[in-house]
């Protein structure tokens, strides 16, 4: 039998605040923190940070050892800072790293490129401060904690992959403790850019820019925001746990082109599959999907779920709708409401697939999946 792994903790830095009550208050009112933002010049839809947590990040970069770091890094700073603090961690505890990005330091690189246009020379901290391994590392100083180190970067699903890792590390006994999440600061013009060129950016207006979960859209409804989360992870069944770890699964979609995913998400339906295990399907009460708001992203993972509980679905839903996609950051975002809605024992619907829970929440899914079909679940529990 595996080795539990306990979530002692929890922390984020987004659009629903930086704390779990203002978080779960977020969620309960139902409406969408997306709103028109000045970006390259143009309005577009996005979810960005509240006016305090923003002149959080300001402040720490104002502070002459953190100058020359990216938003995607400060953010990843204040939330580790909580979540160790959360977890009653000291500097004496050793504990691993894990905190991924899917884009990294996108502003400062765009800043240095244009720069380096302009003059045809690189400023000195080029470099340094766009290098992925900045997020963990940075944290790693910061914390003081002296056991490993990890960034990584495998597209939406970055965070729950960094989980895997952390989960990979304690059953190994290499760790006791590890801390793993993602953090993202894409609200930039070139990263606009590139979602628009796709063609599944939301050119929608109205209370719902993002119709993540709406399955009759007929256009694609992508939505950007910026934040990060964080998880302590413990090795065993910690006692007060936020919730237990049962089950993780993986998978990798063969690809007919960069950013393709079969009918049926097979990847998805392959990691749902593989973390569910010997869990009998009623037992799952709920599915946090990926669910990025595109046409074929929402159907496709629509459909993988349909394929393995068939017409007993588990109540689905997804925060895109609320918060926007935060590429790498979002599956840790997405773990936040399951354990939330664990805890209050109530159940948060996407406003395009209303349901209400029947029962006691007891077991919920997490779902991520990335450009390159690189596909998690985690399966979470009281």
Not at 235 to 255: D, F, K, R, S
Request: hydrophobic content about 45%; overall charge neutral; some cysteine.
């Amino acid at each position: 039998m595996a080795l539990p792994v306990s979530i002692t903790s929890l922390a984020s830095f987004s659009p629903l605040g930086n704390n779990p009550n203002t978080v779960w208050e977020n969620y309960l009112n139902g409406q969408s923190l997306i709103q028109p933002v000045a970006i390259g010049g143009k309005n577009v839809p996005a979810a960005v940070l509240p006016g305090n947590l923003a002149q959080q990040a300001k402040a720490l970069k104002a502070d002459s050892n953190y100058k020359n770091l990216d938003k995607s890094v400060l953010y990843a700073l204040l939330a580790s800072r909580q979540a160790v603090q959360n977890a009653g961690w000291g500097n004496g505890d050793v504990f691993g790293i894990n905190i991924g990005s899917s884009r990294g330091a996108t502003d400062l690189f765009e800043q240095h490129f244009t720069e380096f246009l302009h003059t045809g020379k690189a400023a000195l901290q080029a470099s340094p401060a766009t290098t992925l391994g900045n997020i963990s590392s940075w944290v790693a100083q910061d914390l003081k904690s002296t056991g490993p180190e990890i960034s990584h970067s495998i597209t939406c699903s970055t965070a729950l992959h960094a989980l895997l890792n952390g989960v990979a590390w304690l059953r190994a006994e290499m760790s006791a403790k590890f801390l793993v999440g993602g953090s993202e600061a894409p609200l930039t013009p070139f990263t606009i850019a590139q979602m628009q060129a796709m063609k599944i950016y939301s050119g929608l207006d109205g209370p719902f820019p993002s119709r993540a979960l709406d399955m009759h859209k007929t256009t694609n409804s992508m939505v950007l925001g910026e934040g990060a989360a964080m998880a302590c992870l413990e090795a065993g069944h910690v006692p007060n746990a936020l919730a237990y770890i049962e089950g993780i699964g993986y998978a990798t979609e063969v690809l007919k082109h960069s950013v393709s995913i079969s009918d049926e998400a097979d990847c998805i339906q392959t990691s749902m599959l593989m973390a569910l295990k010997n869990t009998p399907l009623h037992e799952v009460d709920a599915i946090v999907m990926h669910a990025p708001g595109t046409i074929k992203g929402d159907i496709s993972e629509y459909a993988a779920i349909q394929k393995i509980f068939g017409n007993h679905l588990p109540l689905l839903t997804t925060n895109k709708w609320k918060i926007g996609h935060t590429f790498g950051a979002s599956g840790l975002l997405s773990l936040e409401l399951a354990v939330l809605m664990l805890q209050h024992d109530h159940f948060i619907p996407s406003p395009f697939l209303p349901q209400q829970a029947g029962r006691q929440l007891r077991k919920i899914l997490i779902n991520a999946v990335g450009f390159g079909g690189n596909a998690v679940s985690v399966l979470i529990t009281k």
